[in-house]
């Protein structure tokens, strides 16, 4: 079985701070992909990151995955209000290729931004 | 061009009836994929179907879930003789092919009295 582990699970801050989330497996996957979810509704993709070492810029946020593609982080700079969240992550498909399709997911951080 | 859709968005039901939750993909996504998020918990994988095929079920628990897509109309994920334990947000995700991006829709909140 494939895990994901997500950390912190819980994150508080004050706006302008800076914050970092991260994923981490032992397993391989072959892409990696950040969702951001509200309250009552579905995941929103943010992000697919799929090769070791990439590094992805959106706005104020950046992605990367590991050299070994088995672990990924989530930075935000300068946290507003409006990033206040669930994150997620989600690995797909395993080097061994049997699990294509299907996303493992992590436990998911919460973050709240103060203002 | 929209979204996933799923309805309903919130499903009550007895204890021993049956619920049925509707997905529309994407238009162009003939791959569905269906995940449960039970409260405290993350999204877990139950099933994966392209049109009227079963690829891989093995997120599905063994008895009273089933789960469809034909080939005209939506995916639908049916639960039989609900229990206070399937009290989840159900989420369909769709994408056009197995190896791209999935994108999910607003879910289906099911709550057993």
């Known amino acids: 079985t494939q895990l994901l582990e997500q950390s912190p699970q819980f994150l508080s801050i004050q706006e302008g701070e800076n914050l970092t989330v991260y994923c981490n497996s032992s397993?391989?996957?072959?892409?990696l992909q950040w969702y951001r979810q509200e309250p009552g509704e579905g995941p929103v993709l943010l992000v697919t990151?799929?090769?070791?070492?990439e590094v992805k810029k959106l706005k104020r946020l950046t992605f990367q995955f590991g050299d070994a593609r088995k672990d990924s982080s989530l930075h935000i700079t300068a946290a507003q209000t409006g990033d206040t969240g669930l994150y997620l992550c989600a690995g797909g498909r395993d080097a061994g290729g049997t699990s294509y399709g299907k996303l493992t997911f992590g436990q998911g951080t919460i973050l709240t931004v103060h203002p | 061009n929209a979204g996933v859709m799923q309805n309903p968005r919130h499903l009550v039901r007895r204890r021993g009836q049956e619920a049925r939750l509707r997905c529309s993909p994407m238009?162009?996504?003939?791959?569905v994929y269906w995940y449960r998020q039970l409260p405290e918990e993350g999204l877990k994988f139950m099933v994966y179907?392209?049109?009227?095929?079963?690829?891989?079920e093995s997120g599905m628990p063994k008895e009273r879930f089933s789960a469809e897509f034909p080939k005209e109309g939506p995916s639908i994920l049916r639960i039989q003789q609900v229990v206070r334990g399937d009290s989840a947000a159900y989420f369909c995700?769709?994408?056009?092919?197995?190896?791209?991006?999935?994108?999910f829709g607003p879910g289906t909140r099911l709550t057993v009295l």
């Open positions: 995700a769709s994408s056009p092919g197995i190896y791209n991006e999935q994108f």
């Open positions: 179907l392209q049109k009227e095929n079963i690829i891989d």
């Open positions: 990151v799929v090769t070791g070492g």
């Open positions: 397993s391989v996957f072959s892409s």
């Open positions: 238009k162009g996504h003939s791959h």
